[in-house]
């Protein structure tokens, strides 16, 4: 589905007095149009005039050229370029040499720093999406305690870890320059109830981030029977315990028939690939079955998280039991980056990663005999 656009701006709503703001990216990938469907919606909604606003919202279209073809991207993933380096190089970089997404994000970076240079409290960033799978909506955040706090308005999936897995998104790294960010997956690309749950979504972040009043109470509402109906007998909280890697040598067909979010029994086949059958380690969760030609993710494996281990995780987060991470043999936090502990697995190798997942450590690389942990700071 291809989109008509004049400009990256969707729209602006500025309220009478100063207050939080909430900024809205939509269709970072072309083929996801949902978003920007939803973000006019709301617009329009606000036009009517009898719902007002504290502080500023304002929304914008991601891969613009990409939005207008109907194609996910022109040159690579435009959410896999967001991290220091690669935005240090799109700013330095000859203006002649930068590809068709090079130049997309440089215009994305440059209106949102301009919302934040003059923002005049907390501001709120969300970045909407679509699959390639049928499903319903889900949440995905980076894990930090004011994102959590944030994002349990919603009554959908709220999925940890699944961010962390992938390097680069544009969430990420507009959390690490301050602002309180999530994404969200409204349901497959074309499905018009997609559109719906986006929009449901916008006006409960607007309700949380704290800009609305007058009569929004009703849109509210609507917003919250919707997003309830829609969640079925999924669990409210999920976190990812692996994701599937994939490259085009691989081969790799995801079985037909899993919605974005599916229940999975052990031994279930899943996938193919050129080394043959992918089956569930265990009973679990799969999330974002890859159904399209591009992508680097096959899936990612999932299961739930009760109340009590959030809570916990809370507590101990609060407390600060992380500090003591690095006392544990094999364990030293790294010195270049003190959100990041090192882990040898000859030493440490009876130590399971839910030791880290419990205090927000999501962020899981390889280094040969070492792995890394990490999470975001906040």
């Not at 919603?154 to 301050?178: A, K, N």
């Not at 409210?236 to 899993?258: H, K, N, T, W």
């Not at 419990?358 to 040969?368: D, K, N, S, T």
Request: charged content about 25%; some cysteine; proline content about 4%.
């Amino acid at each position: 589905m291809k989109i008509e656009l004049e400009r990256r701006q969707l729209g602006q709503h500025l309220g009478p007095h100063p207050g939080p703001t909430l900024i809205a990216v939509a269709g970072i990938h072309g083929n996801e149009p949902a978003g920007v469907l939803a973000a006019r919606r709301v617009f329009a909604r606000l036009a009517e005039g009898d719902i007002q606003l504290h502080g500023e919202f304002i929304a914008f279209a991601g891969n613009v050229e990409a939005l207008r073809q109907g194609i996910r991207y022109q040159s690579k993933d435009l959410n896999r370029q967001w991290n220091q380096t690669r935005v240090h190089e799109v700013r330095v970089q000859d203006p002649e040499t930068l590809d068709a997404e090079d130049k997309e994000q440089l215009q994305i970076l440059e209106e949102i720093e301009a919302v934040l240079a003059r923002a005049c409290g907390q501001v709120h960033l969300c970045d909407f999406h679509s699959s390639s799978a049928s499903g319903i909506p889900f949440v995905l955040f980076g894990d930090t305690l004011a994102q959590r706090r944030f994002v349990r308005v919603f009554p959908i999936p709220i999925i940890m870890g699944l961010e962390e897995q992938v390097d680069g998104v544009m969430s990420e790294y507009w959390t690490r320059r301050g602002c309180i960010t999530f994404a969200c997956e409204g349901g497959q690309h074309d499905d018009p109830s997609s559109v719906d749950a986006l929009e449901a979504v916008l006006w409960l972040s607007l309700s949380e981030a704290g800009l609305l009043a007058g009569a929004a109470a009703t849109e509210v509402a609507k917003s919250i029977a919707l997003l309830e109906h829609r969640r079925g007998g999924l669990p409210r909280v999920m976190e990812v315990v692996s994701r599937r890697a994939i490259s085009l040598e691989d081969g790799f067909r995801m079985e037909p028939g899993f919605r974005n979010i599916d229940h999975a029994r052990r031994d279930q086949l899943l996938a193919r690939d050129r080394q043959g059958d992918i089956r569930a380690p265990t009973d679990g969760l799969v999330i974002l079955p890859l159904y399209q030609g591009l992508g680097s993710d096959g899936f990612f494996w999932g299961r739930a998280v009760s109340e009590a281990r959030m809570k916990a995780s809370e507590i101990l987060r609060h407390l600060g039991v992380d500090r003591l991470l690095g006392l544990l043999p094999g364990v030293e936090r790294d010195p270049a980056n003190p959100a990041r502990f090192i882990v040898d697995t000859q030493i440490a190798r009876l130590y399971p990663l839910d030791i880290f997942h419990l205090l927000g450590y999501r962020r899981v690389r390889e280094r040969g005999h070492q792995f890394t942990v990490e999470r975001q700071a906040g």
